[in-house]
């Protein structure tokens, strides 16, 4: 077979019909918006099924096939493994290993590295990785501060393996499933719980060896740990103490009326009235003579304040985390207050809304001191700031409401809190109906579908997950973008599109080896992935590679699989991969941090998945 497609000639392209050109259109125009965002990239999917159906004369798709990515066997089974993964996070089994690994090998950087890394990649073969790296995160500044290393040592790795642990089991990734959804639509050949397993595990060991040894040298240490949050967030110039004098006009008058009143760039972190502290809720606050202000403001606005409305600077206006760290005989034990970094999720609800426009501080019970954004900290005109996925939050509430933050999915706290909502003793359960989910689909017993709706019953009936939890467990997101994505994957197929491209890709390779022209599709789909989204790569790369294969006579699958563990590879960017997202600020990262890290890893394993898929399925 090597030798006659080493000896094969440039073939003519096929002339482009005009609905390949108006699906090519279709697609280029959503990748640009999967890039540009302007709308939720769910949404964008939902608009490209509407397309399609609109435009069937040209698209051949028509309304039940455009609706069918939403009763696709990928699309529920994505949606049951959501719940599953629920189950286990809210039993608290990896906040325990996690918590043991800390104490275990507390006192070896290097130990601690290969700990989180073990954590990270090995639990994200089973449940989805998001929750994964939601729950290390708070571990590794714990073990940041236990070990003097600093959390952009540790952060980049964690969501670098648990992206790599994916590729372990069929049900590591929504994009394994889908893309055994499509492998058998296509060839007919979907995949088995642990078919590509032994590819995972070399995969996950080749990621770990790089990250311990080259990857280590080249992360950044963004972050110092022995700085105070007030230093880590510059701080120092933004938060001063004031004190309101006798004929101050603001005597009289409420908080919220004061602040509602003028456009100065203020917020009002904490009051002090006679040795007594209060924090929020401060907006109905009568304000008197003698009040002492922590206050949040840039020096203009300072300076605008105490010429106007009868302020003046306190006697030691220096603020430190202990004067925000309120506890103590100054108030009530059950209100204590403390700063706390706070994520905000990939998917949150709040995500392009701003502070003021989601009514921040009386929705949640605290106050925003800062947000940083990467490597950015922006303190100036937080509250008309659009928020983002990723953003890291500066907030001081109490310890109440940070646990609320830590219940909440719109949120991922970067500390760790005492958590009595675990359900530690459902952890055996939980545990075994994961197990037992997976043990049915290995052994073919029942397809995975139905072996994750039961799982997902099963959840609920023994209490590992309320029902009032499933809902909101699900990250509907996701499962929009797969159903609007599916009946595009249709579009190129129907129409000689994907077999254009193919033809395209076959001309373009003549004289190279099959091996080569696998490791350019592997190559090709893991850059693409680090602009769009995982789940469209390999929609739009496996019907391409599909028709590639067959035309040079290579062995389909083996290019199902460059592609599909490509897309899960999406290390040499911040907006590649929802885990990388979440832990951009966290690590205070900038943009070409990742490509640092991550483009070495990205050609190691360029060469090692394309000769792993060779020696375990041919090509």
Request: with cysteine; glycine share 8%.
């Amino acid at each position: 077979m090597w030798l006659s497609f080493l000896g094969r000639t440039s073939t003519s392209i096929p002339p482009v019909t005009p609905e390949i050109l108006l699906v090519f259109a279709i697609i280029g125009i959503a990748l640009v918006l999967f890039v540009i965002e302007p709308l939720p990239i769910d949404i964008v999917a939902v608009a490209i099924l509407v397309t399609l159906v609109i435009l069937e004369p040209w698209t051949e798709i028509d309304p039940a096939t455009g609706v069918s990515g939403f009763s696709s066997p990928a699309t529920i089974t994505v949606l049951a493994m959501f719940v599953l993964s629920e189950g286990i996070r809210r039993s608290g089994l990896i906040n325990i290993v996690g918590a043991a690994v800390a104490e275990r090998f507390g006192d070896s950087q290097f130990k601690q590295l290969l700990a989180v890394l073990g954590i990270s990649g090995g639990t994200a073969g089973i449940i989805n990785n998001t929750p994964v790296v939601a729950i290390m995160i708070p571990m590794v500044n714990t073990i940041s501060k236990q070990t003097g290393i600093s959390p952009s040592k540790l952060l980049m790795p964690v969501s670098f393996v648990a992206m790599l642990g994916g590729t372990l089991t069929l049900i590591g990734t929504s994009t394994n499933i889908l893309a055994s959804d499509v492998s058998a639509r296509l060839i007919d050949h979907p995949f088995s719980m642990f078919e590509f397993t032994q590819l995972g595990v070399l995969v996950l060991l080749t990621g770990t060896v790089y990250i311990a040894t080259i990857g280590r040298y080249l992360l950044p240490e963004r972050i110092t740990v022995d700085e105070e949050l007030i230093e880590e967030f510059g701080m120092a110039e933004y938060l001063t103490e004031v004190v309101v004098r006798a004929d101050s006009p603001l005597v009289g008058r409420t908080v919220n009326r004061v602040l509602q009143g003028t456009d100065l760039d203020v917020d009002v972190v904490q009051l002090v009235r006679d040795e007594q502290v209060f924090t929020e809720p401060l907006a109905r606050k009568e304000i008197r003579p003698d009040d002492v202000f922590v206050i949040r403001t840039d020096r203009r606005s300072l300076l605008d304040l105490l010429d106007t409305e009868g302020l003046d600077l306190a006697p030691d206006a220096e603020v430190t985390e202990g004067t925000l760290d309120v506890e103590g005989e100054k108030r009530d034990p059950e209100d204590e207050q403390s700063l706390v970094e706070v994520v905000i999720s990939p998917e949150a609800s709040i995500i392009g809304e701003t502070l003021e426009t989601v009514n921040f501080q009386s929705r949640y019970d605290a106050t925003v001191l800062a947000i940083r954004r990467g490597e950015q900290v922006i303190h100036a005109r937080m509250d008309e700031r659009p928020l983002r996925g990723g953003d890291t939050l500066l907030i001081q509430a109490s310890d109440d409401t940070i646990r609320r933050f830590g219940s909440d999915r719109n949120f991922v706290l970067a500390r760790e809190v005492a958590r009595p909502d675990f359900r530690r003793k459902r952890i055996p359960v939980a545990v075994g109906i994961v197990l037992t989910v997976v043990a049915l689909a290995a052994l073919e017993v029942l397809p995975i579908l139905i072996s994750a709706l039961a799982g997902m019953v099963a959840m609920v009936a023994t209490g590992c997950v309320k029902p009032t939890e499933v809902y909101s467990s699900v990250d509907w997101s996701v499962i929009f973008l797969l159903a609007g994505l599916i009946p595009l994957g249709v579009a190129m197929e129907r129409t000689g599109g994907a077999e254009w491209l193919a033809s395209v890709a076959v001309v373009g390779t003549v004289g190279l080896t099959p091996i080569v022209v696998l490791g350019v599709f592997y190559l090709f789909t893991s850059l693409i992935t680090n602009v769009v989204s995982n789940n469209a790569s390999v929609v739009l790369m496996i019907p391409v590679a599909v028709d590639t294969a067959e035309a040079i006579g290579a062995e389909p699958f083996s290019f199902v699989l460059a592609v599909t563990f490509a897309a899960s590879t999406a290390l040499m960017t911040p907006i590649g991969y929802q885990t990388n997202l979440m832990v951009y600020s966290p690590g205070g990262y900038r943009f070409t941090d990742f490509i640092r890290v991550g483009a070495p890893l990205q050609a190691i394993l360029t060469v090692v998945t394309t000769l792993g898929i060779v020696y375990f399925w041919g090509v």
